[in-house]
């Protein structure tokens, strides 16, 4: 397929409008979308491109090639997906509005010594679904370590990887004026913002970035974006947002000689400190009410609870915020070294991993780490005299990825506002219902005719089990919206012949649980 030549790391993209509409034109003419490509190769070869193994994808490419030609889309998906070069005609044949000599303008492509051009940049089509529709979108990033057949430079920019899609499917869809995205890289988290979103503000130290977000911005036809240079909160000093998200450069990485900082991850500074400087900092750009979501790490030092410390920066906010905290897994510290060493390109078993693995658990031994959490963070400018606090672990449970998840957290808030705001007088003469996608199950010892053991398992959302008795399934169950709280618990206490007062004092604070969970919803 020619030869492997790269332009140098680091050269810029021009974000020249005129050729960028002349690009999307090609792509969009070659038909170049995520199911038409990845029906080039079959979805063998595309979970082989998942482990970072292309051969499988190059010869179904090179057999496709023999039997029909070179057709353009082949050709688009070999130079920006699989990262090989092509020949010359065959890219002119693929970019015949923007020419070789545009895409060589827009830093899309070089030309090897041998004649061939091989890619400059990662770009490829990405698809989307999420509470407000589904769609597509082309991105452009750096070449990663399989098409450059070595370590990521340390000013690398990153593409769309699994902690981009996690935060951009927990983003609220309500619609807001203002936006920011704290640390755009490649910009698709201020792509998606700008589908909510009046007006959307992207940030990054990285100019590199900002240039190829920008491209990605005007390739896509979005317009509604301002791109600003500086790090983390300077660029909008003194600036209040409706949303804020950000996947910040939370990796935890050894401040030490030798050893990578790659923009991308890495915020220069110690441990988890940078995470910690996002939860103390972001509330003074909020508007009242505004909502910020990011990612992020947080460590577990010497026997003490990891979400702990993160209450603890939660409470010291300059401003009063609501928090909700996720953590969906800890890691070990060698794990944690051995991921994020190998997301560098280091590969596993060499000398330079064993040199950096050893000075990742030196880092971690002086601060005593002994495990590292991930998770989501939600905080919510508030009102100080009810503060919402929700530090969860939900490790290993599946939840929803594919959009509905952000939904489903803006239920959740919803409903606890609602549920907050009613006392127990109040909550007693309201209608609620139970959510359309939790199941009740229940088990029997062989020959009982009573459960031993009954769940409400939530098939969406965080896909929550939550164990309940024989007086919360028969207020469930009954939450059909036609009776109040209040008749549904005195039917069930003249039932089972219980003191209708004292169960309202068992179940109420259960069913305001259930109401925060988004398995019980306000019927209207």
Do not use: K
Not at 428 to 440: K, M, N, S
Not at 506 to 512: G, I
Not at 514 to 523: A, E, F, M, R, T
Request: glycine share 12%; charged share 25%; proline share 4%.
């Amino acid at each position: 397929m020619g030869g492997s030549a790269h332009p140098a790391a680091g050269t810029l993209v021009g974000v020249d409008q005129r050729l960028i509409d002349l690009l999307r034109s090609d792509l969009d003419a070659a038909g170049y979308t995520v199911e038409r490509v990845r029906g080039l190769w079959g979805e063998t070869a595309e979970a082989a491109l998942h482990r970072s193994n292309r051969v499988v994808a190059i010869r179904s490419l090179d057999e496709r090639r023999r039997t029909v030609g070179a057709e353009p889309i082949a050709t688009l998906a070999t130079l920006f997906v699989l990262g090989v070069a092509v020949a010359a005609d065959d890219a002119t044949r693929a970019l015949p509005s923007l020419g070789l000599d545009g895409a060589v303008a827009l830093g899309l492509v070089g030309l090897s010594d041998d004649g061939s051009v091989a890619p400059a940049i990662d770009l490829r089509p990405y698809a989307w679904v999420d509470a407000n529709g589904s769609g597509a979108w082309w991105i452009a990033s750096d070449l990663g370590e399989l098409a450059l057949g070595h370590e990521l430079g340390e000013e690398h920019v990153l593409g769309v990887g699994g902690a981009s899609m996690t935060l951009s499917g927990i983003i609220l869809p309500e619609r807001v004026g203002t936006a920011l995205d704290l640390g755009t890289g490649c910009g698709i988290q201020a792509l998606h913002l700008s589908r909510i979103a009046d007006h959307v503000v992207a940030t990054d130290i990285s100019e590199r970035a900002l240039e190829l977000a920008a491209l990605n911005a005007r390739l896509n036809g979005i317009d509604s974006i301002e791109f600003r240079h500086g790090s983390m909160f300077e660029p909008v000093a003194g600036e209040r947002f409706d949303r804020i998200v950000s996947n910040p450069p939370f990796v935890i990485t050894p401040r030490a000689e030798g050893v990578p900082s790659y923009e991308y991850r890495d915020g220069g500074l110690v441990g988890d400190a940078l995470v910690e400087s996002v939860f103390l900092e972001v509330a003074r750009h909020l508007t009242p009410g505004g909502v910020a979501q990011f990612l992020g790490n947080w460590e577990y030092r010497d026997g003490a609870d990891g979400l702990e410390r993160v209450a603890g920066w939660v409470e010291r906010s300059p401003e009063p915020v609501d928090a909700w905290v996720i953590e969906r897994e800890v890691q070990d510290p060698a794990e944690y070294a051995e991921t994020w060493i190998r997301d560098g390109g280091t590969r596993l078993g060499t000398p330079e991993f064993e040199r950096l693995a050893g000075a990742w658990l030196d880092d971690f031994a002086a601060r005593a780490v002994t495990g590292v959490g991930f998770g989501y963070v939600l905080l919510r400018r508030s009102d100080p005299s009810t503060p919402l606090r929700r530090f969860e672990r939900l490790h290993g449970q599946a939840g929803s990825n594919s959009g509905g998840l952000g939904a489903h957290l803006a239920v959740c808030l919803l409903a606890h506002d609602w549920q907050v705001a009613l006392d127990d007088e109040r909550l007693l003469r309201e209608r609620v219902i139970l959510a359309g996608d939790v199941t009740e199950e229940r088990h029997y010892w062989p020959g009982d005719e009573d459960p031993t053991a009954m769940t409400l398992r939530q098939g969406g959302g965080l896909a929550r089990s939550v164990g309940i008795d024989t007086g919360l399934a028969g207020l469930v169950g009954a939450c059909d919206g036609e009776l109040t709280l209040g008749a549904i618990i005195d039917a069930i206490a003249q039932l089972v012949e219980v003191d209708a007062a004292e169960l309202r004092v068992e179940l109420l604070p259960r069913v305001r649980a259930l109401l925060d969970d988004g398995i019980l919803l306000p019927s209207s």
